[in-house]
């Protein structure tokens, strides 16, 4: 003797109801989870006043290629103290002496303030912080001026 068919499950309205309520709970945890961590992790205004920030886009830009011209070449360095350490040399090799070195590190998210560093030359185109950083990863906003000229960097450290 053959067993008897089990008798079918239908799919009735309750089903799809509940599967529309269980995606939807779905998308919705999901978005709620990525605006919470977006919110946290932005560190703040990109710029104040987006208007006037592209009055001088085509400033910025002529400036950019006046340092693009120097031909300055620059590398980042963090010691066992994590002091910075920055060495210049110019198109040729040659190290760019008698700077004037400044710098602003900031963490990446914001969330501890920026850190003011002054460098000061250890050697000729050799230059070293006055204060360490916190551990952690840094973005550091060099200004360099040398005799009129005058160059801007941004690198990270970590």
Known sequence: MTPAPSPLRRFTGWHMTAILVAFFAVVIAVNMLMATVAVRSFGGTVVENSYVASQKFNGWLAQARAQKRLGWRDA????????????????????????????????????TPDLSLVFRETAPGVYASDRALPEGRWQIRFDLRLTGREEHLLREVD
């Open 76 to 111: 980042v360095t963090l010691d066992a103290a994590r002091h910075v350490g920055l060495v210049l040399t110019d198109a040729k090799g040659a190290p760019v002496a008698g700077g004037q070195v400044t710098a602003v590190a900031q963490h990446p998210l914001g969330r």
